[in-house]
């Protein structure tokens, strides 16, 4: 087990009331904030987003260096996410990542946050990005994922030099683009660039699990395109061609009745809340076939016709045999009738990820919350993933946790917000296991 350092009482009690003292700069950094609207996709506002969160970094004793993706960084991706870069548009608005550096010795910690949200939607009763700071909360867009996780990041290191702490390791803050499409651009970059360490000691991730949980790792991923094929006709004499859209009838079937509720017996043992997500599942996220329906439309029997799977599974199951499962499933379909041809495709695929037992973030964080909090903290795994499959994948760094402020039931939907407290709440575990990964003096 690695070792915490031990942290004073007198110490701790500096840091804590010096958090407690920044009270009102936390709500306002995650204000100021939400009211640049990076709102990914397309990714708007990054540059302003990173000079604002360059500033903070600076105010706090960082080295802060701005990171550009060049226009082919997907050229350094590891193979299968350079392929997803390819299959994707590429970005027309500028990326980029912020990285603040601060210290050295025997031990490196790394808190990331991404700065992106996703589009604000309809169904708000406040302005999405008016950052108003209202009723013991921050409202708005990212108020949860992940601003506020970010300040609370922020507004640790700034309580630190607040309470003198001078720490006997690097500490490191990057604030990253793109994680709600894939992360590619920010923290998959980074890595594969050199400008996250691979050597580095312990992540965290301020996601928003609250301030009493911390996420240890996330299921797996498999997205595939699978494309069932017939023969085009005149729409007068169906009977010439073979209708490519009937051909998924049988496979939507299969799906509905077999697949999902078999796989829905699996269970895995990693945490994951919702409960209900510790099962495998499978999504149809959409179903194209024949002509666009917005127009004047043709008579014709339609040639092709495709659905795209959302797959995610245990990691019990493992990536290489929800593949051949995945493939043997749509074969056999296909199978049992003649003409059906279906052509299947990977898009995706994400392994599922997990902080060891003996993770040094986790030991502090379990150390943190119980010190900050004096309670204990409850260990959970995400239902979806987050840049922590890019430290375990493309860095090679395994000990890595989410922790952070808010909300996580209010991410993506309207009326969004983070309680003050629960930044406040963040910012102390979060400055606590500074010291207890690092040393301090
Ligand atoms: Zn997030």
Redesign the pocket.
């Known amino acids: 087990m690695p070792a915490l350092h031990p942290v004073p009482g007198t110490l701790e009690e500096r840091i804590l009331r010096q958090v407690e003292a920044g009270r009102d700069q936390l709500a306002e950094i995650t204000s100021e904030l939400i009211r640049i609207p990076t709102e990914n996709p397309p990714g708007r506002h990054y540059p302003e987003c990173a000079a604002l969160i360059a500033d903070w970094l600076r105010h706090a004793g960082f080295e802060v260096e701005s990171l550009d993706p060049p226009p082919d960084f997907g050229d350094a991706l590891p193979g299968h996410l350079a392929e997803e870069i390819r299959r994707l548009p590429a970005p027309t608005l500028p990326r980029r990542n912020v990285i603040g550096r601060m210290g050295s010795g025997p031990r490196r910690l790394h808190w990331n946050g ?1 700065f992106d949200v996703v589009p604000a939607g309809s169904g708000w009763s406040r302005s999405p990005y008016s950052g108003a700071i209202e009723e013991g909360s921050v409202h708005g867009r990212g108020a949860s ?2 601003k506020g996780g970010i300040a609370a990041a922020i507004g640790a290191a700034l309580a630190l030099r607040r309470a003198g702490v001078r720490l006997h390791g690097a500490l490191e803050i990057s604030a990253t683009v793109d ?2 499409s894939g992360g590619h651009a920010g923290v998959a970059w980074l890595a594969a660039a050199g400008h996250i360490a691979s050597d580095t000691d312990a992540v965290m991730i301020p ?2 699990f609250g301030s009493t949980r911390v996420s240890v790792g996330h299921r797996g991923v498999l997205w595939t395109r699978i494309t069932s094929l017939g023969e085009v006709a005149h729409g007068s004499m169906p009977f010439l061609g073979r209708n490519a859209v009937l051909g998924l009838a049988p496979l939507l079937e299969e799906i509905r009745t077999r697949w999902i509720p078999e796989i829905a017996t699996r269970r895995t043992r990693l945490p994951v809340v919702p409960v209900a997500a510790r099962a495998a599942t499978l999504n149809v996220n959409s179903v194209h076939g024949g002509q666009a329906g917005d127009g004047l439309e043709s008579p014709q029997v339609p040639d092709r016709a495709e659905l795209v799977l959302d797959r995610r599974f245990l990691p019990e199951e493992g990536l290489d045999q929800v593949r051949e499962e995945t493939a043997r499933r749509v074969r056999e379909c296909a199978s049992r009738a003649p003409g059906r041809d279906y052509r299947l495709e990977e898009l995706l695929a994400v392994e599922p990820t997990r902080a060891p037992a003996d993770s040094l973030a986790l030991a502090a964080v379990r150390f943190g919350v119980q010190r900050a909090l004096g309670t204990e903290v409850e260990e959970v795994a995400s239902p979806g993933t ?1 840049d922590q499959k890019h430290f375990a994948s493309v860095a090679g760094i395994r000990d890595c946790v989410a922790y952070g402020p808010g909300i996580l039931e209010l ?1 993506h939907r309207p009326d969004e917000h983070c309680p003050v407290e629960e930044l406040e709440r963040s910012a102390k575990v979060l400055a606590l296991t500074a010291v207890a990964i690092l040393g301090a003096s």
């Open positions: 991404h994922d992940m994680e709600e996601e928003p987050y991410a």
